[in-house]
């Protein structure tokens, strides 16, 4: 895949589903090694790797590390770099959250948002030790985010971790793209590419309405989209975006 990206000018990065490790229930690594789950408040376990546990955060980025060191990318893209929600049923109260669900502390809030941003710190200086870049997908509602899903993606820009954001702004109203489009703009100074949702769990996009909503984005100020999901887009929406972006598919991702 490497090869055949470069024959073709473009670039590869690997992207990584960090801490969601089965969603409802415990899957992959949380079947082996439950210590590491997130806790529901009645106790159960659910698949998510809790971000405050120290041997979570080491053995997400052992996977990162171990797939750097076997394949040549271009980049690392971040993905699920958060707690669940807080009014999922998998929001997690296990003890080294405080052992419960407090979103009106500020202690509970910065202390998960520091643990989350440890975290992308980490594997920065991994990307940096092997000279490729980091990005993340992220919620779009700044600062609320920080406050459900410990995820500050402003600071992360601010302190030069990412080396370009995603927004995943995924709507079918294109007036909310283009003023959350303007909002990320002004948050940070970082490369921005707005996430439109072609086929997401909140949006639907017809070729045309796509198109509409890169252009309204680009209009805002982000240097470029990145349409989710591949598996959705048709040839159609393809020529529509190409009418959108022209000669430049580096704002096309």
């Not at 055949?4 to 082996?32: M, N, S, T």
């Not at 995924?170 to 490369?191: D, F, G, S």
């Amino acid at each position: 895949m490497a090869e055949g990206c470069r024959e073709r000018g473009l670039k590869l990065h690997a992207w990584f589903c960090v801490f969601i490790e089965g969603g409802r229930e415990p899957g992959g690594v949380l079947k082996a090694r439950p210590e590491l789950a997130a806790l529901a408040e009645d106790g159960r376990h659910v698949g998510w790797a809790c971000p405050s546990k120290k041997e979570a955060r080491r053995y997400e980025l052992s996977v990162i590390r171990e797939f750097l060191e076997r394949y040549e990318v271009d980049g690392v893209h971040l993905d699920y770099i958060r707690y669940p929600e807080l009014h999922y049923y998998r929001a997690c109260a296990c003890p080294d959250c405080g052992g419960k669900l407090d979103p009106l502390n500020e202690e509970w809030v910065l202390r998960r948002a520091s643990n989350v941003t440890g975290f992308v710190e980490e594997v920065r200086d991994l990307t940096r030790e092997l000279d490729v870049e980091l990005s993340a997908a992220v919620f779009p509602n700044y600062p609320a985010c920080v406050v459900e899903v410990g995820q500050d993606w402003v600071s992360w820009c601010e302190e030069g971790f990412l080396d370009w954001v995603a927004p995943m702004t995924y709507t079918n109203i294109t007036l909310v793209a283009r003023r959350l489009a303007q909002e990320h703009r002004a948050l940070t100074k970082c490369r921005l590419y707005e996430g439109l949702g072609k086929k997401s769990s909140v949006s639907s996009l017809s070729p045309e309405k796509l198109a509409e909503q890169a252009g309204a984005v680009l209009e805002a100020g982000a240097d470029g989209v990145m349409v989710f999901s591949y598996s959705s887009l048709t040839q159609r929406d393809l020529e529509f975006l190409k009418q959108i972006v022209g000669g430049e598919p580096h704002k096309l991702c």
